[in-house]
């Protein structure tokens, strides 16, 4: 969050006359930070080999009672993770170059009594859209919260688009949309802090060596 707030001050200052815009911005971002308490960022990894960047995150959150009761009254809920890399330009905004976004949607299934975990992802510069569609069944829904905590080896950016010996940014979100909801229900949960749950986190990018140059077995997408 504070990367976040630091990269877009940098571009503010450069035009003085605006910073109470910008100050004012700032104190929404801040409000929106409290409200998204509900989750934490475990890790976060980045990696680039000869045909792509990678992203392998783990995010940690537990469901309240209230939005797990919806779930088991038949209410389906969506996760959506995004990453965007921008590239540092000293004269004006740092430009994005690069940038991937997931959605997940969880539903609990009454007949059989487990729990669906869909996943429709794609890279969001490619120019078929790129997307694919996983589903996976479980038991129970620890193990489906504990798949869809896991980010693990997510295609971000094409080779091309993240320049050698150029600084960079990353900027991770994780959020339950609650866009996605029934419009009813969106009314009764608006504002409501068990429903806020959310994390993100703005830092240098840092792509380190694929582990299997290292001699090990890669992360795979499951």
Same mark, same amino acid.
């Given at each position: *969050?504070?990367? =976040?707030? #630091?990269?877009?001050?940098?571009?503010?200052?450069?035009?003085?006359?605006?910073?109470?815009?910008?100050? +004012?911005?700032?104190?929404?971002?801040?409000?929106?930070?409290?409200?998204?308490?509900?989750?934490?960022?475990?890790?976060?990894?980045?990696?680039?080999?000869?045909?792509?960047?990678?992203? #392998?995150?783990?995010?940690k959150? %537990?469901?309240?009672?209230?939005?797990?009761?919806?779930?088991l009254?038949?209410?389906?809920? =969506?996760? &959506?993770?995004?990453?965007?890399?921008?590239?540092?330009?000293?004269? +004006? *905004?740092?430009?994005? &170059?690069?940038?991937?976004?997931? !959605?997940?949607?969880?539903?609990?299934?009454?007949?059989t009594?487990? +729990?669906? &975990?869909?996943?429709?992802?794609?890279?969001?510069?490619?120019?078929?859209?790129?997307?694919?569609?996983?589903?996976?069944?479980?038991? #129970?829904?620890?193990?489906?919260?504990?798949?869809?905590?896991?980010?693990?080896?997510?295609?971000?950016? %094409?080779?091309?688009?993240?320049?050698?010996?150029?600084?960079?940014?990353?900027?991770?979100? =994780?959020?339950?949309?609650? #866009?996605?909801?029934?419009?009813?229900?969106?009314?009764?949960?608006?504002?409501?802090?068990?429903?806020?749950?959310?994390?993100e986190?703005t830092?240098?990018?840092r792509?380190? !060596?694929?582990?299997?140059?290292?001699?090990?077995?890669?992360?795979? %997408?499951?």
């Amino acid at each position: *969050m504070m990367g =976040f707030i #630091t990269r877009y001050w940098k571009n503010a200052a450069l035009e003085p006359g605006r910073r109470c815009a910008w100050g +004012w911005l700032l104190c929404v971002m801040l409000w929106q930070a409290s409200l998204a308490g509900a989750a934490e960022l475990g890790q976060l990894r980045t990696e680039r080999s000869d045909d792509s960047v990678f992203l #392998t995150a783990s995010v940690k959150f %537990e469901l309240p009672a209230v939005v797990e009761e919806a779930l088991l009254k038949g209410i389906p809920l =969506f996760f &959506v993770v995004e990453a965007d890399i921008y590239r540092d330009r000293w004269y +004006w *905004m740092d430009k994005r &170059v690069a940038g991937a976004a997931r !959605t997940i949607r969880l539903a609990y299934q009454p007949l059989t009594r487990r +729990w669906r &975990v869909n996943i429709a992802a794609g890279h969001s510069n490619s120019a078929q859209g790129g997307r694919a569609t996983l589903n996976q069944n479980y038991d #129970t829904l620890a193990e489906a919260l504990s798949a869809i905590e896991r980010v693990a080896r997510w295609k971000i950016a %094409e080779p091309g688009e993240v320049e050698p010996g150029s600084p960079h940014t990353l900027d991770f979100r =994780f959020r339950l949309d609650l #866009t996605q909801l029934p419009r009813p229900f969106q009314i009764g949960v608006a504002g409501q802090r068990d429903w806020a749950i959310a994390v993100e986190l703005t830092q240098r990018l840092r792509l380190e !060596t694929p582990r299997s140059a290292e001699g090990k077995e890669p992360l795979s %997408e499951k």
